[in-house]
Every structure is written in structure tokens, then in C-alpha cells.
């Protein structure tokens, strides 16, 4: 077989290619940026959980609350949630790519958030910002993971910790510490699927309330205000004892 080609057909398949992917962004922006904010139905906190949990092997913590609201949305509604491309958010796994950084479920949560509120609207609060802050606040001070599955991957009675921080490698780091699970263990996994699974209850709990017009809570952490530097609350985990003080403006 011949794999030889002319270069009047090289060049043809060439302008097929391109034409064909020009179009296909040229169609996903005309239906996002005709659509953002998107419309919003309530959701049912527990189904979206299961959901959550029962792709989470696939889409793990960096797309499952994005495939687990925006599939059912897409039945609900059509689009832009049918055509939205959840595969390209797999990669906030483990922190961003496995480098730790800020849980993969908080992300996903804030991409949830942002692209069904929008941005912020003339003497009305960042409703966005805010539920996205406050669901990192809510993750770093509480018992995860919160949510029970109806059919566990594991069978065990799941530990449960507080991390007091957003970042992957902290919560992770005392789940495993507490419980004595490696990081590739099936346990480590199940929990993480539950804790996904959390966070996604939880959201869905603060966009039905924000559809209503029933979100009034009030920011619990902000970081400019309190410590004068972009940073989570619970500056000793990697400062110890000895916490740098931000400079500040000269009045």
C-alpha cells in the first residue's frame, strides 16, 4: 500500500482540516457566547451527587461536577450544555495535573458557577466569586467527605477529615495520613470520588438558592482584607511559626 500524496491533494486535505476546525470554533463560539450566562434549572443536590460519584472514574475530580450538572441541564434545557466540551477539564485532576495545587472539584465548581451566573451585574454582588470563595471556605471546614453513596466502590467505613485547606495536597495529604491509605489505593480513590461528589451536593445546594434569589450568604474569607497577599486562611501549614507580613501601600 501507498501512502504517497500529491500536493494538490496534501493541500486540499489541509484546507479541509483547517476549514473544518475553524467552523467547529466558529460554532462553539457563536453558541457560548450567545448563551453566557447560561440558563439555569433547579437541580436535585442528591441525584447530582450520585452522578457525580458514578462517572467519577472517568472524569475524576477535575470534570465530573461539570459532566454531572451540565448533562442533566443539557436534558433540561439543550444547549450550551449538550455541545460543552467536559473531556477538556479532566486534566484539574489531582490539583491541576497532579502538581496539588487547588482541589479539582473546587475548580470544576467555580467553571460550573461562572458559566451559568456570569459576571457581575451593576450594583449586585459577584454572585460567582462568591459562591465559589465560599464553597472553599465551606470545603476547608468540614468533615469530608459528607456524602454517602447508595452503592459504595469500597467497602469500608470511610474516614473522614478536615483539611483546613483547598489544595489538593493538603486534604489528600491528612486523609491519608488519618487513614493510612497510599495515594493509589482504591480507598484513596473512593474517598476522593465521595468528596467530588460533596462538593457538588453542596454547589447545587448554592445555585438552586441563587436561582431563587435566595443567596444572600455574606463572603467568609477574604484574603486582601485580612493578610494583604492572595492566600488561603490557614497560613502556618506551610509557614510554620514564622509568617511573613505583607507590605503594605504608604498612605
Known sequence: MSFKLSRRKLIGSAFFLGSSALLGQI?????YSSTWPSKYEKLNPQETAELT????????????????????????????????????FILLKGGMVGWGTLCGSLNSAAIVASLIIGQPQKDKPDYASLIASNLMYWYSNTNL????????????????TTS????????CGRWMKASGYPLASAQR???????????????????????????????????????????????VDCHTHTIPSAPKLKS
Not at 460554532?27 to 453558541?31: A, F
Not at 467527605?145 to 473522614?160: A, G, L, S, V
Not at 483546613?164 to 486534604?171: D, E, G, R, T
Not at 438558592?209 to 477574604?222: A, D, F, R, V
Open 27 to 31: 460554532g462553539l463560539k457563536s453558541v
Open 53 to 88: 460519584y458514578a462517572v467519577w472514574g472517568k472524569y475524576l475530580c477535575g470534570a465530573s461536577i461539570i459532566y454531572s450538572i451540565f448533562e442533566q441541564l443539557g436534558q433540561k434545557i439543550g444547549e450550551p450544555y449538550k455541545s460543552f466540551p467536559v473531556d477538556a
Open 145 to 160: 467527605p459528607t456524602f454517602e453513596p447508595k452503592c459504595p466502590k469500597t467497602d469500608i467505613k470511610m474516614p473522614k
Open 164 to 171: 483546613k485547606s483547598p489544595l489538593c495536597h493538603v486534604s
Open 189 to 235: 480513590l473512593d474517598r476522593c470520588a465521595r468528596v467530588s461528589a460533596s462538593v457538588a451536593y453542596k454547589l447545587v445546594e448554592e445555585l438552586n438558592k441563587y436561582h431563587e434569589g435566595l443567596y444572600n450568604e455574606p463572603l467568609q474569607w477574604n484574603a486582601q482584607k485580612a493578610v494583604g497577599i492572595n492566600a488561603q486562611f490557614d497560613c
